[in-house]
Nanobody, 120 residues
């Protein structure tokens, strides 16, 4: 089994900061990319940022310069530091991991999501 657990969401004011964490654990032999997607009500789930095991990153244009993704390979954990938050950032944030599992041929896994609300 593979477990993806997110934490760090909450309510913040515009201009504030928040740091999300996501840990992948369980029957995993390798973790390739990890990242964050977000989905607001009535909208599709879109990439926010992701990072490969060798540190290559990718960001949505809307968050570039404000968000920073990083990871700890030893802990299979990815972080998303979100600064200068805007109301448009309000969404459910979902952790995504591409892994090789020792118990399944499934490759892509999702966390349950953590809510980020930016409001005054």
């Amino acid at each position: 089994q593979v477990h993806i657990v997110e934490s760090g969401g909450g309510l913040v004011q515009p201009g504030g900061s928040l740091r999300l964490s996501c840990a992948a654990s369980g029957s995993i032999s390798r973790v390739f990319s990890m990242g964050w997607y977000r989905q607001a009500p009535g909208k599709q789930r879109d990439l926010v940022a992701d990072i490969t095991s060798d540190g290559r990153t990718r960001y949505a244009d809307s968050v570039k310069g404000r968000f920073t993704i990083s990871r700890d390979n030893a802990k299979n954990t990815v972080y998303l530091q979100m600064n200068s938050l805007k109301s448009e950032d309000t969404a459910g944030y979902y952790c995504h991991a591409e892994v090789v599992s020792t118990a399944s041929s499934q490759t892509y896994y999702w966390g349950q999501g953590t809510q980020v609300t930016v409001s005054s």
